[in-house]
């Protein structure tokens, strides 16, 4: 990652998460999208399987709208789901905003 793209992702983070590290808004633009996912899913441990639940229970930290958020994780590579069960994906499996 360049200076201009790390500068870029502050940016985003930094503009749409509040001090308290709550989504303020849903960005609008894919890139930016992109950016909020991979800072979210970092939280996450890879190693480990995680319930519908616990998926749920991890984004309402941040925003109200679970399923959404839920739903583009798997969509864009950030997390696979087998039956019911979610794990994180391997970072070169994620949708990367760095190629848009």
């Not at 303020?24 to 480990?48: D, G, H, R, T």
């Not at 749920?56 to 969509?75: A, G, P, S």
């Not at 949708?95 to 848009?100: Q, R």
Request: charged content about 35%; glycine content about 2%; some cysteine.
């Amino acid at each position: 990652m360049n200076d201009s793209q790390i500068k870029f992702r502050d940016t985003v983070i930094r503009n749409f998460f509040d001090a308290n590290g709550k989504l303020k808004a849903m960005p609008s633009q894919k890139k930016k999208k992109l950016v909020k996912f991979e800072y979210l899913i970092s939280k996450l441990n890879p190693e480990q399987q995680y319930t519908e639940k616990e998926v749920n229970t991890f984004i309402k930290q941040y925003h109200e709208d679970c399923c959404t958020i839920r739903r583009e994780f798997i969509i864009h590579g950030f997390m696979d789901r087998n039956e019911s069960v979610y794990r994180v994906n391997k970072e070169q499996e994620w949708k990367k905003w760095e190629e848009l």
